[in-house]
């Protein structure tokens, strides 16, 4: 089994700037896809970045390009999201996620999650 606990979360006022930590427990996530995710009240869970367990080839939701770095430090067992130019849109909560296959873009496609953190974008 592998848990995940998300952290770095928060209030931030638009064209900030976060930075989210995924500690893994339990297993070594070396070998495994890590992904983010977001939902925001009344919308299903979105995907928003992905990468392989080598750091190579890091993918991301078309909304967050340019703005959001996935990166990941397989000797700390954690994997990150730096989110620049912050927008009200991307308010959500931010789950990340573990599998042995991928990295998919889609919330089937993971079989451990985190609790979430929540991001608030506001003025």
């Known amino acids: 089994q592998v848990q995940l606990v998300e952290s770095g979360g928060g209030l931030v006022q638009p064209g900030g700037s976060l930075r989210l930590s995924c500690a893994a427990s339990?297993?070594?996530?070396?070998?495994?896809?890590m992904a983010w995710f977001r939902q925001a009240p009344g919308i299903e869970r979105e995907f928003v970045a992905a990468?392989?367990?080598?750091?190579?080839?890091?993918n991301y939701a078309d909304s967050v390009n340019g703005r959001f770095t996935i990166s990941r430090d397989n000797a700390k067992n954690t994997v990150y999201l730096q989110m620049n130019s912050l927008k009200p849109e991307d308010t959500a909560v931010y789950y990340c996620?573990?599998?042995?296959?991928?990295?998919?873009?889609?919330?089937?496609?993971?079989?451990?999650w985190g609790q979430g953190t929540q991001v608030t974008v506001s003025s």
């Open positions: 990468i392989r367990w080598s750091g190579h080839w890091p």
């Open positions: 339990g297993r070594t996530i070396s070998t495994y896809a």
């Open positions: 996620a573990a599998d042995e296959t991928g990295p998919g873009r889609y919330v089937g496609e993971y079989k451990y």
